[in-house]
């Protein structure tokens, strides 16, 4: 799949990152989770967080196979981004299942209608890669990223599991049923 533009003017695209994208890609990260984390996620982690080190891993999984990161961006601005891949849950159906694995932006590009866009865009790669349903992982304290998912139709189904970005923090996963690929 190619560019996917919105608009004509100052148009936005979403396109897949390359090893290029990783710094852009870090700093996206890093100031979405200081911004959204911030009461949820200790300080200390979120002021541990290296942008350096976190572009180092962007270079290595997108040299990968195992996911898919898309950008959006507009006027060469990194906006925000999309992970995607197959579902990692050992109790979901690898075949029919993918996995939305994020979805980023830069805290100046919230609310603006982005992210909605590139979890659409997300839904669309998954159907074409022949996915059936998607899940999510969202934190549970993360009030506003589950109002995100539900408005765009996603159903917490009731795993949860605990992760520790600096302390123990439980995370709900959500699902949607995507249909079939043809549609």
Known sequence: MGLAW???ENAMHIRRATS??????????????RSAYRGLVPDAHLESLDCERRAQRFRESLGGNAGET????????????????????TDADQKATGEIWGIYLAPA???????????????QRLRLRGYVAATLWVFAGNGPARRFYEAMGFKS???SKT????????????RKELGDAEK
């Open 6 to 8: 919105f608009g004509t």
């Open 20 to 33: 290029n994208d990783a710094g852009a890609l870090a700093k996206v990260h890093i100031d979405s989770w």
């Open 70 to 89: 898309h950008v959006a961006e507009q006027d060469g601005e990194v906006l925000g981004f999309l992970t995607l891949g197959a579902c990692r849950d």
């Open 109 to 123: 590009h919230w609310r603006k209608g982005i992210g909605s866009l590139l979890c659409r865009y997300g839904e």
């Open 157 to 159: 189904d009731g795993a």
């Open 163 to 174: 992760l520790n970005p600096g302390a123990p923090l439980e995370a709900v996963r959500y």
